[in-house]
């Protein structure tokens, strides 16, 4: 079975940056697309980006496109989610999962599809 951990939330100021990791356990990392996705208070799941088994040109939502930037090390066993400029609206809990077919990029994300981390919060507030 994969397990994610998420890591790296925090307080932030409007502005500032934070960066995300999620390690996956098993020896399977490199056979699995990621995707990052969020929740804000009170409100649904949130596609943010995904990336593929190859690690090429990840593709981001257009509310964080030239913000966030999306990576993964295959020798680590971890995703990556660079966070720039951050907005009161990036807050929320942020979660890592598995996503073959890069399928949250067209239907949205579902909790019972694929492997999901816990989450990390991140709060952006002045």
């Known amino acids: 079975e994969v397990q994610l951990a998420e890591s790296g939330g925090d307080l932030v100021q409007p502005g500032g940056s934070l960066r995300l990791s999620c390690h996956v356990s098993?020896?399977?990392?490199?056979?699995?697309?990621y995707s990052w996705v969020r929740q804000a208070p009170g409100k649904g799941l949130e596609w943010v980006a995904s990336i593929n088994n190859g690690g090429m040109s990840p593709y981001y939502a257009d509310s964080v496109k030239g913000r966030f930037t999306m990576s993964r090390n295959n020798a680590e066993n971890t995703v990556y989610l660079q966070m720039n400029n951050l907005k009161t609206d990036d807050t929320g809990l942020y979660y890592c999962?598995?996503?073959?077919?890069?399928?949250?990029?067209?239907?949205?994300?579902?909790?019972?599809?694929?492997?999901w981390g816990q989450g990390t919060q991140v709060t952006v507030s002045s």
């Open positions: 999962a598995t996503d073959q077919g890069l399928m949250f990029r067209l239907w949205g994300p579902r909790r019972d599809s694929g492997y």
């Open positions: 098993g020896d399977t990392f490199q056979n699995y697309a």
